[in-house]
Structures are given as structure tokens and as C-alpha cells.
């Protein structure tokens, strides 16, 4: 199973500016990994993240890039593309993450990476942080943004 070894990565998110950046599509599946990186950055005491959604995973790297060029300390990206019967998966799995690793590297901003990439339908629910769920992405993206830009502000 994915997840066996995953770190749980404790951090301070107070007085970090975090935006936390969804998709639309599969609403269930969204709710639950928007709730797990909302309720985690409660908990390391980020007090208001700032919280927006965008039509699908693909248009997740251009806002992500907006906020991190906006000043904002640490982007949680989250988003979910089920596989289907046509290549589209592939492109869309393939340009968010690029896109989003491009946005990291290229403005210093740490972006946490919640886009799930699925078979079906199960995988996504059994990682969207649901009561009935196996993992929580949306916390662990949350909390891989704000360690990292512990690690970054301790750099500088």
C-alpha cells in the first residue's frame, strides 16, 4: 500500500502567509483533501490560510505560481485526476506536476504537492482523508509546505 513509511512531519505555520490552492472536480474527494490541509494547518497554527478553487488540476501551477509570486510562504496544492480511457490523464498528471515542481523551483516558495493521481475512483477516496479513508494527502501536502519552508527560512 502507498503511504507504509510516509513521515509525520510536525511544523509551525503561525505567521505564515499559506495558500491553499484546489481543483473542482470530484467534489467528494476535493472536500476531503481541502478539509485535511485546513484542519492540519489549524493545528500548526497558520490562523487564516487562504483557501481557492480552480476549475481542475491542470490550472493548479498558474494560481500556485500567482500566490507564491504574491508573497505568500508556503502553496498547497491539491487537486485529483482519475484515469479514464483516453491519454488525457496522462497529459494533465504530467503538466500539473511539472508545472508545479517549475513554481517551487522557480520562485523559492515551497508547494506542497496534493494532486492525487488515480486508477479509479476507490484510490482517490481511500487517500482523500475521508472518515473511511487510508490517508490524508491533503494533510500531509499541508504539512510538507510548512516544513519546508522551515527549511528554507533557516537557509536564508
Known amino acids: ?53 480552480v476549475p481542475g488540476s491542470f490550472e493548479l501551477p498558474v494560481v500556485a505560481g500567482a500566490y507564491a509570486e504574491a508573497g505568500y ?11 479514464g480511457g483516453t491519454p488525457h490523464f496522462d497529459y494533465v498528471c504530467a503538466a500539473a506536476t511539472d508545472g508545479l515542481a517549475q513554481v517551487a523551483t522557480r520562485t523559492g516558495v515551497p508547494v506542497g504537492f496534493g494532486l492525487l493521481t488515480c486508477d479509479d475512483e476507490a484510490q482517490a477516496l481511500d487517500r482523500a482523508g475521508l472518515a473511511s479513508s487510508r490517508e490524508d494527502k491533503g494533510r500531509e501536502a499541508a504539512e510538507a509546505a ?11
Do not use: Y
Not at 508556503?74 to 484515469?83: F, H, K, P, T
Not at 510548512?146 to 527560512?153: G, S
Open 1 to 53: 500500500m502507498s503511504g507504509q513509511g510516509a513521515p509525520r512531519v510536525a511544523g509551525d505555520a503561525s505567521g505564515l502567509r499559506v495558500a491553499v490552492v484546489a481543483s473542482s472536480w470530484h467534489e467528494t474527494v476535493m472536500d476531503g483533501l481541502v478539509g485535511g490541509a485546513l484542519r492540519a494547518l489549524a493545528e500548526m497554527g497558520c490562523a487564516e490560510p487562504t483557501l481557492v478553487r
Open 73 to 83: 510562504d508556503a502553496v498547497v496544492a491539491l487537486g485529483v485526476v482519475v484515469r
Open 146 to 156: 510548512v516544513a519546508t519552508a522551515a527549511v528554507l527560512a533557516s537557509v536564508r
